[in-house]
């Protein structure tokens, strides 16, 4: 297949019309799963089921980064995964509970001490990671998918049981909420994702600019519902793919 060449950069990038293939990469994790929703107060976090694809795209440039010991290795795998599909299905039952806790954070060479609330959540079952990839770069992505060792906070911690080739099931990808047909229930979140306009020194660490990650952030629903809650805790189950009466319907781009 031909292959394009960026102006201005060495990197070179796998031709748009190349074939796709769906790749499904599963997660445990040693104890607990934590992410903030965006936007969310740091000091009360609430808590979203599933990381956001941006989330998942960045742990794989971070893997890059990491395992090759170069930035430009993370700087190209970005450039080829930033408007790749996306979809994390949830295991079948997860467990919410809030908690208040003291944290210590480096601060100017010493660790300053804080407290906080945050949402935690205990899977029953792997967290299932989809992403369509051109088929000339999947051996690459799912070596970089096998290396994850955390999605969300640092201290969720987790690792990879397999990857295989797969389709995602549409009824049990997050949806955005506008593309719902009416009557249809889930758990109203927001995720966020790269966009054509987001840049890696957006992101990089190593010395980026903020404002070049022109993240989307939208509101979606995931096939969650609470079956028993408390104040400061919830059980969700999965929605069954069954359970939907009609296709879900989207937005013609």
Same mark, same amino acid.
């Given at each position: ?33 934590? /992410? ?9 976090? *609430?808590? %979203? ?5 941006? #989330? ?8 890059? *980064? ?10 190209? *795998?970005?450039?080829?995964?930033? #408007? ?17 806790? !003291? ?16 949402? /935690? ?8 990671? /989809?992403? $369509? ?13 096998? &290396?994850?060792? &955390? ?15 797969? %389709? ?28 054509? $306009? ?15 990650? !022109? ?22 189950? &999965?929605? $069954?793919?069954?359970? /939907?009466?009609?296709?879900? &319907?989207? !937005? !013609?781009?």
């Amino acid at each position: 297949m031909p292959r394009v060449h960026y102006a201005g950069s060495s990197t070179t990038l796998t031709a748009l019309a190349e074939p796709m293939v769906w790749l499904r990469a599963d997660y445990e994790f040693a104890s607990t799963f934590s /992410y903030r929703q965006p936007d969310a107060s740091a000091q009360f976090a *609430i808590g %979203v089921p599933v990381p956001s694809p941006a #989330t998942v795209k960045l742990a794989l440039v971070d893997i890059a *980064i990491r395992w090759s010991g170069s930035v430009n290795e993370g700087r190209r *795998i970005f450039g080829s995964i930033k #408007t790749c599909k996306i979809c994390v299905v949830p295991p079948p039952r997860m467990a919410r509970f809030r908690a208040f806790i !003291k944290r210590l954070k480096p601060r100017e060479g010493r660790l300053l001490e804080s407290t906080g609330v945050r949402d /935690y959540f205990l899977l029953d079952g792997p967290l299932s990671v /989809y992403i $369509q990839v051109p088929r000339a770069n999947a051996n690459e992505i799912r070596s970089l998918l096998q &290396r994850i060792r &955390r999605l969300g906070t640092s201290d969720s911690l987790c690792w990879c049981i397999e990857v295989r080739e797969e %389709v995602p099931d549409e009824h049990l990808c997050p949806h955005l909420f506008s593309d719902l047909p009416p009557g249809q229930g889930g758990l109203v979140v927001r995720l966020v994702d790269l966009t054509d $306009q987001s840049e890696f020194d957006g992101f990089n660490p190593f010395g980026g600019n903020p404002q070049l990650a !022109k993240l989307s952030k939208e509101v979606h629903i995931l096939p969650l519902t609470v079956r028993r809650s408390g104040e400061t805790w919830a059980l969700l189950q &999965r929605i $069954q793919s069954s359970a /939907y009466p009609h296709p879900l &319907r989207r !937005k !013609k781009s």
